[in-house]
Nanobody
Framework: VQLQACGGGLVQAGGSLRLSCAAS????????MGWFRQAPGKEREFVAG????????YYADSVKGRFTISRDNAKNTVYLQMNSLKPEDTAVYYC?????????????????WGQGTQVTVSS
């Protein structure tokens, strides 16, 4: 599976962005998808995930109520709608795929990663 993330950019605090991650290859519908982010000097952290089997979604506490993850299996794409953005959301955002039916919040279970897209939120 190859993943291509896009949709990042520069936005003012309080604004919105929608990230997309397009997957190539077969069986996208059988991959749990996750979004992670990494700010300069910090470790990569879990943002949101969506299970392929149940459709359940999970969010980091820091984004709960502001971000929404969704997927369109017909388009082999997962989305991250980000609202009420804050300067602390500034990071490179990565999408990732995991064949497990469970949403993991750690980096290691994910088998495939996209190249990342920069999100910068100005105050």
């Amino acid at each position: 599976v190859q993943l291509q993330a896009c949709g990042g950019g520069l936005v003012q605090a309080g604004g919105s962005l929608r990230l997309s991650c397009a997957a190539s290859g077969r069986s996208f519908s059988r991959y749990t998808m996750g979004w992670f982010r990494q700010a300069p000097g910090k470790e990569r952290e879990f943002v949101a995930g969506i299970s392929w089997s149940s459709g359940s979604t999970y969010y980091a506490d820091s984004v709960k109520g502001r971000f929404t993850i969704s997927r369109d299996n017909a388009k082999n794409t997962v989305y991250l709608q980000m609202n009420s953005l804050k300067p602390e959301d500034t990071a490179v955002y990565y999408c990732a795929a995991d064949s497990s039916p469970f949403v993991h919040t750690r980096v290691s279970p994910y088998d495939y990663w996209g190249q990342g897209t920069q999100v910068t939120v100005s105050s």
